[in-house]
């Protein structure tokens, strides 16, 4: 449900992205008559059991897969583990250049496919580690297995690793309406808007697409946040490309507070939300 409600809350396509998303829609013949050009963001969301070849692309016909039909949208893998390995692994270039470069005997290709990857799992087989009423029926050792079908460069590209607390019938029932979407919406808008000036002419669009050199020069740290970081890279056994991405979404927290400059409190709860990280899985 969260997954398909993040699509709600992503700003409206520009008409280079919608022209961009259409045309992969064509190639695959997803389009409809009454509708020649996409105007929601895709929201992507194969079943585990789908193919490599599904869900990168290619193929006799040299089709687009899910993680392009997902492009400028959401990509929902649910029940992350359960995906085979090869297909998960070979999701690795697209996530870090936002396309898919397809070679084959026949043809050569590249697809767009800069999309969101939105992911969920079970924390253990049985689906109760961590629970606070009913008891795991897992071991360490499966439950490590379990998790460890996911390799750890596919979750160093994962930026929020968040844990989801099991929620009672009465507060499923009691709790108070939140925000609802279009308010949610608007303080998205506005903090892509914060990021679009000051990323300037830059071929990044938003804070995800910055590249090494833009990320020194809109993420420069005061000594106590760059103390933060130093700390928990070492403690934490944090990649380059994980300090690169906590500055990001770091970055992305500050403007969504309204902040200009990136503070400690915004690098500590970007840290924060790297859990598979801090729990050593």
């Keep these: 449900m969260l997954a398909r409600r993040l699509a709600t809350i992503l700003p409206q396509m520009g008409q280079d992205e919608r022209l961009e998303a259409s045309v992969v829609a064509s190639v695959a013949g997803l389009l409809r008559p009454e509708e020649p ?32 039909l997902a492009h400028h949208g959401v990509l ?3 029940e992350l583990p359960e995906f085979r390995r090869n297909a998960l692994e070979s999701l690795r270039q697209p996530l870090e250049s936002g396309d898919v470069v397809i070679a084959r005997a026949g043809y050569h290709l590249t697809f767009p496919a800069s999309s969101m990857l939105v992911a969920s799992m079970n924390p253990c087989p049985c689906g109760y580690f961590g629970h606070p009423r009913q008891p795991c029926a897992c071991s360490p050792t499966v439950i490590r297995a379990y998790r460890n079908r996911i390799s750890g460069p596919l979750l160093d590209r994962i930026d929020l690793q968040v844990a989801v607390d099991p929620v009672s019938a009465n507060d499923l029932r009691d709790a108070p309406s939140g925000e609802s979407s279009r308010d949610v919406l608007a303080r998205v808008v506005e903090a892509r808007e914060r990021q679009t000036r000051r990323l300037g002419r830059s071929t990044a669009h938003c ?18 946040a760059s103390r933060l970081l130093e700390s928990a890279i070492d403690k934490l056994g944090l990649s380059a490309r994980a300090h ?38």
């Design 37 to 68: 050009l996409l105007c929601r963001r895709p929201f992507r969301a194969p079943h585990h059991s789908v193919s490599d070849v599904a869900l990168i692309g290619g193929g006799p016909l040299g089709r687009p897969g899910e993680v392009s």
């Design 244 to 281: 690169d991405r906590v500055l990001k979404v770091g970055r992305t927290i500050a403007d969504l507070a309204g902040a200009e400059r990136l503070q400690a409190a915004h690098v500590a709860e970007a840290i924060q939300y790297r859990q598979l990280d801090r729990e050593g899985l």
């Design 76 to 78: 929902f893998l649910d």
């Design 207 to 224: 804070n995800a697409h910055m590249r090494p050199g833009e990320i020194r020069r809109h993420c420069a740290l005061d000594a106590a």
